[in-house]
């Protein structure tokens, strides 16, 4: 099926990004998700994100691991390398990855299934390393490739296809990343593209490890009735609990608003992340307050950016790794040479 | 008696975690700077506190340093295990004790002499601080040698120097417990023993190192940038090594940046998986680990493999299976790392026998993963890699350069008309490669799952052979860069002796003395797999083999007989597996079982 080919042709009126490129130079091939797949909507919603904050595609590294979300990356920005890797280990490879090119955009695609049961190990990780990446679950609930097991975000009651009933209670990537040191904690629905867009902009600007959940209801395993996971019931219980935008660096000057709750995040390379809606006692900076509203509002999909802190080195920081990639460093930079060999033989008479 | 001069065995029975290793290090070093071919044997416990240890000192003038087996000198420093230390005593040989306690008779043999030091006592006395007596106990012992064995004194002196120079109450804490232990045994014993000590020039070219700090030095030196691992006896002080050099050379001068990364990582799923990762984006990365990591590794192994991306992985193999012994050494992952991961695959492995090798290999594996695209193993283990070897002073030639492989450039990409990942070009089985962040004309979806050599994802049957069969033929021209096997050959041998690894300095003496029995053998050490055609060749000119290597199931004679013409019947294995380093008795023990066969050759 990824052998079908998509039309490349650009209408002429189609509006240029700062590298002069159309959103049409920001797709990839034909998606072979099932029609009506919250996914696609998601991978609209990165070409755009990509698009609007004019990443090179060269410069974008797209990682994934396996199942249905992990596919996704095939069917944006063409011109980026990709890397589909095995199923829940996309963190330890963006690490590498990362470790050895700082400078590229590190965009990680994943499941519930692939970050929440054989990949959460390394998702715990690489939050705790502050790996300078977006990181995407995309999460509907449901092993969909192997055809409708429950995943571990499968909340309690919540039933499959064939009417049984999830017994045993689930994991919250959100409450998780907040309780393990993320710093850059979101929530979305698929159907939510208005929310969704300046969400991935911000998460791809911020400086460390980006988390962004994004709620992508199965419209094969886990759109029907009984499903906590459907469009339905994701539209019923969405609750916007703060509403951002995103000024890109070189954009309008932004007064602080200075009202109650409400802040502007400057981001690392100079955007700002303008709440224009925070709960009354919400601060988006205190990791302690959005675990308690994820609490007092149990039973809602919560979303909209929960905490943001631009504070916290990432990993290369931390490691004090220079500016150029590793990889590309000169190699009488590494090898000390025959003379220094000499003289630490002596270490070892 | 007749007197024997550096040529002799002295076993050390301690407890673990009582500061003897810093006393054995010392007598060993003393030993090798006064330029006697020497060996130490570390045999320690998975354990900090409280469990038996025992090092083992062989000196010979020729420069056999496998072990011994018998000893002619035993220190029986730990009652848990004073009976077993005891009977292992060579007859006529000697025990020396502490004599702060009477001996128990039941522990007395006729043909062995008693040398009993009131260790315990004299540090009693001589020291206040309770760990200090304990340490200092250890430190007497070795003064007590120093008479015994002839030792240079001035040689410790200077070592204790260098060690304490600025430390003086530790300095002088040692000299002290030296002189107590010197000045016991001179009073009340013969001095020197009639097996003793005495200077030569043996070792003037020489070094005292180990394995694992020779392979990180040869990481360092091969241009290794990105490092992942997890903590993993016997591995772990191959990082701790790199992380050491890495500080005192990878600074950057100008902005004080650490011209490295080294990532301790989640498990050993997540280390492989950062060394593949940093590798695509094109930097030398590496991990280090023993058997239960490389089982961890599997699943990304096979990625790599397939995807044709580049992994050095340094396994120190211990003894298996599962958690095995940790502490003990074994040539037991030879075919779990040649044939890792599910479906068909195939790796490359590099052997060394010392730590000069790993030093040299090192680099090596860099530029065979990096040439052929593909995951390079490093077959260390634990004898080589955590005990001191007397080797030749590291080289390095100042003209190396890394062989990057294939990598095209963003000049090359804009060039082509459209570039194809796994298009085998110029009659080389390895295609061209691209790297993340140079063009956007070398982007492609690097995938584990069916691909053609497009770089497509396929599930058409011709199209995912040809892919396979491709990285069989790279795995083949592999065999022609690999290190090609140390043979040495005999004159009238007709059976060949094939060994690997850490067997080296005892599968020679033992040669050495089936040759003085007239049973002459060729010798050959494997290197690397895939097998250089010498390897083929070697079997192919001898009535049959002996392949001596230290596992239960002869994986390296089971190699040689799936990856070789070679019939079943000319491989004989020589298995001993019980998790020491290897002694020429070993060899010879299995051997001499075996005598009507050879005598049927050299009648």
Redesign the interface.
Do not use: C, Q
């Given at each position: 099926m990824p052998s079908i080919v998509k039309p490349l042709v650009s209408h002429p009126s189609l509006s240029r990004n700062e590298l002069g490129l159309t959103i049409r130079d920001y797709e990839g091939s034909m998606s072979t998700l099932c029609a009506g797949c919250g996914h696609d909507s998601i991978t609209a919603a990165i070409t755009r994100a990509l698009w609007e904050l004019s990443t090179p595609p060269h410069m974008l590294a797209k990682l994934s691991g396996i199942g249905c979300s992990s596919k996704t990356p095939t069917y944006f920005v063409g011109g980026a390398h990709g890397f589909n890797s095995a199923h829940g280990r996309m963190p330890a490879i963006a690490t590498g990855a990362n470790a050895a090119n700082r400078e590229l955009t590190y965009l990680g695609v994943s499941g519930d299934g692939d970050s929440l049961s054989i990949g959460i190990g390394h998702l715990c990780h690489a939050m705790r390393r502050n790996l300078n990446m977006l990181y995407v679950i995309e999460n509907n609930g449901v092993y969909g490739l192997t055809k409708g097991q429950f995943s571990a975000s499968s909340d309690v009651g919540s039933k499959s296809k064939k009417g049984e009933a999830n017994k045993m209670s689930p994991i919250d990537p959100v409450q998780l990343a907040l309780s393990l040191g993320a710093t850059f904690v979101a929530r979305s629905f698929s159907g939510d593209k208005q929310q969704l867009v300046p969400i991935l902009k911000a998460g791809l600007s911020h400086r460390g490890f980006a988390i962004v959940d994004v709620i992508s209801p199965c419209v094969t395993f886990n759109d029907h009735e009984g499903s906590t996971k459907s469009y339905k019931y994701t539209r019923g219980k969405h609750l916007v609990a703060t509403e951002s935008d995103f000024v890109p660096p070189s954009g309008e000057i932004v007064a602080e608003i200075g009202q109650v709750g409400q802040t502007n995040v400057t981001m690392h390379d100079g955007s700002v992340l303008r709440f224009t809606r925070v709960p009354e006692n919400y601060d988006v900076s205190d990791r302690q307050a959005a675990l308690k509203y994820l609490r007092e509002h149990q039973g809602e999909v919560v979303t909209g950016v929960l905490f943001v802190d631009e504070s916290v080195p990432e990993m290369h920081e931390m490691n004090n790794t220079p500016q150029a990639p590793l990889g590309s460093l000169p190699f009488e930079k590494l090898c000390p040479g025959s003379g220094e060999l000499a003289k630490l033989m002596e270490d070892f008479r | 008696m007749r007197s024997r001069i550096n040529d002799f065995a002295i076993k050390l029975a301690n407890v673990n975690g009582t500061g003897s290793a810093s006393a054995n290090g010392l007598i060993m070093q003393a030993i090798?700077?006064m330029g006697v071919p020497v060996s130490g044997k570390n045999l320690f416990p998975s354990n900090i506190q409280g469990l038996p240890t025992w090092y083992e000192i062989r000196v010979n003038p020729k420069g056999y340093t496998a072990r011994a087996l018998d000893y002619d000198l035993m220190i029986a420093m730990n009652a848990q295990t004073y009976k077993r230390d005891v009977q292992e005593v060579r007859s006529g040989g000697y025990l020396l004790y502490d004599s702060s306690w009477p001996l128990d008779d039941e522990l007395l043999r006729d043909d062995v002499n008693y040398i009993g030091v009131p260790l315990a006592r004299m540090c009693n006395e001589n020291f206040r601080e309770p760990r200090e007596r304990i340490l200092m106990k250890n430190i007497a012992t070795a003064g007590a040698l120093i008479e015994l064995l002839n030792i240079d004194g001035a040689v410790v002196e200077k070592l204790v120097e260098e060690k304490y120079g600025r430390k003086k109450a530790l300095r002088e804490s040692n000299q002290k417990a030296l002189k107590l232990g010197a000045d016991y045994v001179r009073e009340h014993f013969q001095c020197p023993l009639d097996f003793h000590l005495e200077t030569m020039q043996a070792n003037d070219d020489k070094?005292?190192?180990d394995g694992n700090t020779a392979t990180a030095?040869g990481c360092?030196?091969?241009?290794?940038?990105?490092a992942?691992w997890y903590p993993i006896t016997p591995a772990t002080s191959v990082m701790d090594g790199f992380k050491e050099f890495c500080e005192q050379?990878?600074k950057?001068p100008e902005?004080?940046?650490?011209?490295?990364?080294?990532?301790q990582?989640?498990?050993e799923?997540?280390?492989?998986?950062?060394?593949?990762?940093?590798?695509?984006?094109?930097?030398?990365?590496f991990t280090s680990t023993a058997g239960p990591g490389v089982s961890l590794m599997n699943?990304?192994l096979g990625?790599a493999y397939y995807a044709e991306i580049p992994a050095v992985v340094i396994d120190v193999q211990r003894v298996g299976p599962s958690t095995g012994m940790p502490t003990r050494t074994q040539q037991g992952d030879l075919l779990e790392c040649a044939y890792a991961s599910h479906g068909d695959t195939k790796h490359i492995l590099l052997i060394p026998a010392n730590p000069s090798e790993c030093f040299e290999f090192a680099p090596k594996c860099f530029d065979l993963a990096e040439r052929f695209q593909t995951p390079v193993f490093l077959m260390s283990d634990l004898d080589i890699g955590m005990n001191d070897w007397v080797t030749p002073?590291?080289?390095?030639?100042?003209a190396?350069?890394?062989d990057r492989g294939k990598v095209l450039t963003a000049a090359q990409l804009e060039e082509l008309p459209k570039y194809f990942r796994y298009l085998p070009q110029n009659g080389s089985a390895v295609a061209a490669r691209?790297?993340?962040?140079?063009?956007?004309?070398?982007?492609?979806?690097?995938?584990?799952?069916g691909h053609n050599k497009f770089g497509?994802?396929t599930e058409i049957p011709d199209e995912y052979q040809e892919v396979m069969d491709r990285l069989l033929l790279k795995h083949k021209e592999a065999a022609g860069a690999v290190p090609e096997p140390v043979i040495i050959r005999r004159e009238g041998a007709r059976v060949g002796m094939i060994t690997i690894g850490g067997c080296d300095p005892a599968v020679r003496e033992a040669l050495d003395i089936l040759e003085d029995m007239g049973r002459p053998m060729d010798f050959m050490r494997i290197r690397a797999f895939p097998f250089h055609q010498k390897v083929e060749e070697f079997l192919a000119e001898h009535d049959y083999c002996y392949v001596v290597e230290q596992n239960r199931d002869g994986q390296l004679c089971s190699m040689l007989i799936l990856e070789t013409p070679v019939s079943k019947d000319k491989i004989r294995p020589v298995l001993i597996y019980s998790g020491y380093p290897l002694s020429a008795k070993n060899v010879l023990d299995v051997i001499t079982s075996k005598v009507e066969e050879l005598d049927a050759i050299y009648r």
């Open positions: - | 090798f700077r070094i005292l190192i030095l360092v030196y091969g241009g290794a940038t990105v992942a050379y990878r950057d902005t004080g940046a650490n011209n490295f990364a080294i990532l990582a989640e498990d799923l997540a280390a492989i998986g950062m060394v593949i990762g940093a590798s695509w984006n094109g930097a030398r990365a699943e990304l990625l002073k590291l080289h390095w030639d100042d190396y350069r890394p691209t790297l993340p962040g140079v063009h956007s004309k070398g982007a492609f979806f690097t995938r584990g799952s497509g994802y």
